[in-house]
């Protein structure tokens, strides 16, 4: 499928020139062309900030919401209507830190959309405070003598809560983020990629040289073995990339609930059955 | 010889009360009595003191009273525990084996009853629920026939050899209360009415979650809070057989959020919750008002602020719901007086929300969800489950602007189009925006819908002479204490005018008003919340108020006097 | 010849408005004139157009007017984003070369200026906003050395060569503007007083934070949000020097109730949040309310609802502010109508919060944070900073039933005694309670507190003739426009009536109200939410509305001509 | 110290007879009774629930907050005054639910507080809703099919976030209980003890019985070994108990923030300085 299906007639971007939410944007785009999902098949979920403004610049369904909850929206519109592909993306300080609690138990409710968080370690539409990923030492207006708690560490957050699907990929390599984004996609289940993303006006520590010189590919990594995935998960010293851990074994939430074990029909398509609900009010009646 | 009457069970939580109340209202029902039961308990899950107040009467009863004609202690500390409500003429029917407080017999008037004896020879103590069960059986003279039965059903589940001791149980409870009535220590005839068997006994719990069901609600996310809960609890029983999703969220910012993405997909979503997580949902709410996606909340209420009184009752979130959510955009709040309003309501409450892709609160309380009594069984041959989603085409704008502020509301996969909504101002396709003239065109747009409502709303019933002088106002769950208070009063100069919609106020209550040459409001809150938004809207002031705020509803006869206090 | 001047500079974000802006209020301060600046921006960091506004007077400027004598476009369609506040007579200096939109010369005083070419012989093409600052200081025939020492000043942190090559700029930049003078293309002279230069240059954003170190607050927990982050971040920057603990909070939850705890172990705290991260902080208002704990919220409104316009203006959360929090407790809010106003009125917030223990709300908006004029030295002679602990003893009771309602605080560790406080309903001691006699002492006992409110009100400020007849009344930020404009009308017969204190409504004000013959609102909101608090307390409906709710706040003349309007 | 300086008088404790609560406040009672601490120094703060009722039973200084709220005050109470000693406790659903993001950020900031909960894998004052802690399979009124999210892992996360104490024990195991609470409580810095609490009225599943053949302690098991604790965290066919994690580097949130790095005075018993903030007020003449 041609990529420019998803373009946007004539708009005008909000992001500065040379962030690294560009080619985020493009690989997206790649990805789901290649996928071959349709615009009216696909919900783009997003929070506020500059990563979760993506949704406007994509030609598909959009539900921007709330800074801090695009998660629980994406899981009740995956739960309503399986049919739809649906991706929940937003920046880390959306997802980790205001929606930190619907980070850890939509991890454990498994729904089958893909969570993209444009990782930039910095809060960038409210002018560069720190964001809960925001590397130890990093100055701010608000951190003015630098960052001292300890970064949120997303990737071991999820393999401690034994996540479906669990990746980091950085912005400046679209080929091997286009392939994990399509791999996160396929999974059934919740699959968390955490895209490393240079933010060029806030900060200026992580940069993508920085992200170049400070990151490497995971190589004969066994996804399936959660241990050595928590291993390199929790590792600083240089950032590995790629896919962490998989548990393909997890029915998802949509299988779980039970609603669609008889018929796929989505929600939108059924109708209360009246008459079970007759029966149900004359139990009143009866009374046991 | 009075032919309403009022039985009290109080005890400590877990020892039975519950299953003793079961069974009675059941029994009565079955036996033909009109039955009202409500409760009020500690929050805590074993120990304190509990009561539960049973009335049967010939007629409909539907009202809490103070009035105790029969109590049953069954814990040191009960009798205590009501003494305020216990008259000369009550009887206390106390097992003096088990309950040893020592009771001033001149202030009172105790009967014993072996309880625990008769089932400690049956076989086991448990059984004494069952025996005094049988007692107040006896005591009406119903058909031992009808108890057993019940009694029998009641237990199916359980071993043979249980059931029978039951059944014994209930039988030695029966002779018992039918002595008592022999030696003529006491006596009662209440009239019944076949048809009351044939009825319904529903909860406002209850009423609520079946109201939901009608209106086609297939999706509910919510965090457990008294007293909410319950409509949960119900939905997720019912949600295999009406394919309802039933989720519990981590907290009520994600059961808001949650709710508010099913409407989106096309679902008809619900959240049911009380004040203080209903704040965490406020934020969500100013969401729903600017995607202009419908969305249902059952707020039950409880006293505040904070914590409060977990599991007492009271009105005091009516401004709340009023004012919550942050920028400016319509809403409903329906306040059900009753059982078959909540049914109802609840179940326009999502056709409406839908209509006008707008917030819909269901306001209750605590003694509301708690209460229930027997009604004519439900009518749904009108139910109509109205779906306002339309099939979207190519160039499909979510936010077109219409003359009534109403836009065509599509959804994602159903359909050519695309479904952009935006938490941002936003144009008409749902994207962001900085157009600062089409910030006002979708302010107005959004307000306008609140003139629609003002035509729609529901018009609060009066009740009494329409050439009345004095006027008691009420809404939401005091409609039959008030009822039955007025009725009382036995004035031919007054009548009461109770709200089920409090907002958009209807237009008219001004009339209403402007006619009574009095008018007391009644509220179950310290600072006459509805009071206030009357004024607001009508720049009447009514300055004679009752209002009750210790975290219980009113008793008829309380309010009966405060109405006579003032009329007099 | 006028001597109030307003120079518009309008460009992308990130072009260096910002540092144009910035020198030159600086500069026009030095020079003795009065300045007042104000901005208005998207949401974004780059690209976009904002422009930004400064106002020069002889007299004192403290208003946002739409008119420009003078723009300066730094951007392509920058013109254009302005288009309706140019008139025949605004004069724009327009780099040619760089801005190469077409214009119409017939409708617009174009001057073309080579700020860039300038720029560039100096050596560089950014040093075309010095050139700019350079400019119009010469057109002021502001001495070229003061221009010159502050800019000299603003590089110092620079190397010496871009020092010396802005120095440079500006010279070349003041040339321009002389030569301009000279060749009589353009002629002001506005008059400048000698005071100014020793008086401040302050925002509301700077007042309020100001305002929070000399109330002694000494902790702040907060989560960003425009447009109230600025007091965050100008106390992070202070933390060191005041002691002050500056923690950026994972959520708005978790702001609201560390402040609460930091209050419980005696700090003084606050929040600074906006309507959406405010509705997250509600739950743990009415945990305030409850525990009776001191807080101070600092709410800069946005317009809503959701994520609304998160960079603009809009006084739309009063309701929230009013009935957030579920439950019933007393609270107060403020709203500071000057950069003086802030600066008192949050110092004495921190006061009122612990003397009453209760929530205090200084609400402001965005128009009120970016703005900022030159203004007399802050007096803090008398500052006050009432701290109400006492010590405790051994057998200290927190809520002790007293008669005002007010119980003397301790906090943990200072004293004998121990400090309880719970969500719950409590007893005097703080500990949890089912007793619901008590739980109506409480609830009286804290509903008491607001009686003392009533009687300590900030009475709202009348400017005008005492024999009004016509009166204007707003609140909050719209202060000096109002000011402003009720002047230009130049009529005796009407006066205005500005509130600082909105909640306890102060009783003054149906008195004022009823002395005129015409009483007009002015609100940055769509539904007129003051005017519905004033009919609430004081039953006089107002029915002359002038409402603005596109994300600006008025500008004079628009202000000026509504009122004309409606009063000819 | 004589733990009775903690007793109430005469109190109506509001758990139901055979509670793993009463264990606990026992427990509780003697650990900080035996490292001497007087009631006017130690503060308790709790949210609501079952667990989160204990304050009222144990006379003290008590912030009895929000659902979900224990830990934000708990930090500001310590920040404020490091002097006192500061306990948020409260119950599984209430800190691991409701309360979730603060249990990461709290993690994060490592405030000098012991952080205890009371883990019955159940909502007890609701009525028996499933926890996060819930086990697969839990049947309750609302999960009528039985609980099929995977269990919130509490230890595994904090690790995972390097928590600078990481504890588990057993309210039926009085002594190693205690011990462990004493070290919690001496540990400087953030310190999670989860307590398996049998909820005897609607816990049917994870009884005393149950948590005892369970679990057993961590023998032989370094604490310092980060890699192995979250081995130990992750184990679910035998449930550890012990101390698994200890990092003994980490600076307190207090000794980052540097308000007490010159003097240690309480906020409470400071004043600002006027005679700065005139200074700070005539930099708005001077204006750089
Ligand atoms: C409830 C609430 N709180 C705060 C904000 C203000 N806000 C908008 S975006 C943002 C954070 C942006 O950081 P991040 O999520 O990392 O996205 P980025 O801009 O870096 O891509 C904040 C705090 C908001 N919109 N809503
Ligand atoms: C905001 C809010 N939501 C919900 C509740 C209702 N509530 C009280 S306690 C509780 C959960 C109790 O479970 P847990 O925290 O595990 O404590 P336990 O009773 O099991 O000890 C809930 C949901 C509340 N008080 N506040
Ligand atoms: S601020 Fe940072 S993240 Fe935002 S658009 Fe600019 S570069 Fe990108
Ligand atoms: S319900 Fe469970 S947790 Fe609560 S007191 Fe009873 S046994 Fe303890
Ligand atoms: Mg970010
Ligand atoms: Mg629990």
Known sequence: MDTQIFDMANIDIAWCPGCGNFPILKILKQAVAELGIEPINLVLVSGIGQAAKIPHYFKTNVFNGLHGRALPPATAIKAANPALTVIAESGDGDMYGEGGNHFLHTIRRNPDITNIVHNNMVYGLTKGQASPTSQKGFKTPVQVNGVFLEPFNPLAVAIALDASFVARCFAGDAEQTKEIIKNAIKHKGYALVDIFQPCVSFNKLNTYQWFKENTYYLEDHDPLDRQRAFEKAIQTDELPLGIFYINPEKPSFEENIGTYQEKQTPLYRREPDLQKLCNLVDKFKILI | ?568
Request: proline share 3%.
């Open chain 2, 1 to 568: 010889m009075r032919n309403d009457l009022s039985i009290v069970l109080c005890g400590q939580a877990g020892q039975g009360i519950q299953t003793v109340e079961y069974l009675l209202t059941r029994i009565f029902k079955l036996a033909g009595y009109n039955v009202f039961a409500t409760k009020e308990y500690m929050s805590r899950i074993r120990g304190g003191t509990n009561s539960t107040e049973i009335r049967i009467s010939s007629g409909f009863v539907r009202a809490s009273v103070s009035r105790i004609d029969i109590l049953i202690p069954l814990n040191q500390g009960a009798v205590q525990h009501v003494e305020k409500r216990i008259s000369p003429q009550t009887i206390i029917l106390v097992d003096k084996e088990t309950i040893t407080d020592d009771f001033d017999q001149t202030r009172h008037k105790f009967i014993d009853v072996p309880f625990t004896k008769t089932a400690s020879e049956i076989g086991n103590k448990i059984y004494s629920n069952v025996v005094a069960v049988g007692t107040i059986a006896g005591l009406f003279g119903i058909g031992l026939q009808t108890a057993s039965e019940y009694v029998k059903q009641f237990f199916s589940a359980k071993s043979d050899d249980v059931v029978q001791k039951n059944l014994a149980a209930a039988k030695e409870g029966f002779n018992l209360g039918a002595g008592l009535v022999n030696s003529s220590k006491i006596k009662f005839d209440i009239r019944n009415d076949a048809d009351v068997k044939n009825q319904i006994l529903l909860s406002g719990t209850e009423a609520v979650a079946l109201g939901a069901i009608a209106g086609g609600c297939n999706f509910i996310s919510a965090y457990p809070m008294s007293p909410s809960t319950g409509v949960l609890v119900f939905l997720a029983r019912q949600a295999k057989d009406f394919g309802i999703i039933a989720e519990q969220a981590e907290d009520e910012i994600a059961a808001m959020n949650m709710a508010i993405g099913a409407w989106y997909a096309g679902a008809r979503a619900m959240v049911t919750t009380s004040g203080g997580g209903f704040a965490l949902m406020t934020e969500g709410l100013s969401l729903a008002g600017m995607l202009e996606s419908p969305i249902v909340i059952h707020l039950a209420q409880r006293p505040g602020p904070a914590t409060g009184l977990p599991t007492r009752t009271e009105q005091a979130d009516l401004e709340l719901a009023l004012y919550a959510g942050h920028g400016e955009f319509p809403r409903i709040i329906l306040t059900p007086g009753n059982i078959e309003d909540a049914f109802y309501l609840t179940q326009k409450a999502f056709n409406l929300a839908d209509r006008y892709q707008i917030p819909v609160f269901i306001l209750t309380d605590q003694y509301f969800m708690d209460s229930y009594y027997n009604t004519a069984c439900l009518d749904l041959s009108d139910i109509n489950i109205e779906k306002h989603i339309i099939k979207t085409d190519v160039d499909y704008k979510r936010y077109k602007l219409t003359a009534n502020g109403i836009s065509p509301r599509g959804i994602p996969g159903f359909g050519e189009g695309l479904v952009v909504v935006d938490s941002d101002e936003h144009d008409e396709a749902g994207h962001i925006t900085e157009d600062l003239d089409l910030r006002v065109e979708m302010v107005d747009k959004r307000l306008k819908k609140l003139e629609l409502l003002k035509d729609e709303t529901i018009p609060p019933e009066l009740s009494g002479p329409d050439d009345y002088k004095n006027l008691v106002v009420c809404w939401g769950s005091t409609y039959n204490i008030v009822r039955e208070a007025v009725k009382n009063l036995g004035r031919d100069d007054i009548a009461f005018l109770h709200f089920r919609q409090v907002y958009p106020l209807p237009n008219e209550t001004s009339i209403y008003l402007q006619k009574a040459q009095r008018t007391i409001i009644v509220e179950n809150n310290a600072t006459s919340q509805f009071a206030k938004l009357i004024k607001l809207h009508t720049g009447i002031d009514i300055k004679e108020k009752i209002l009750k705020y210790n975290g219980l509803s009113f008793y008829v006869e309380e309010l009966t006097e405060k109405l006579n206090d003032l009329l007099n």
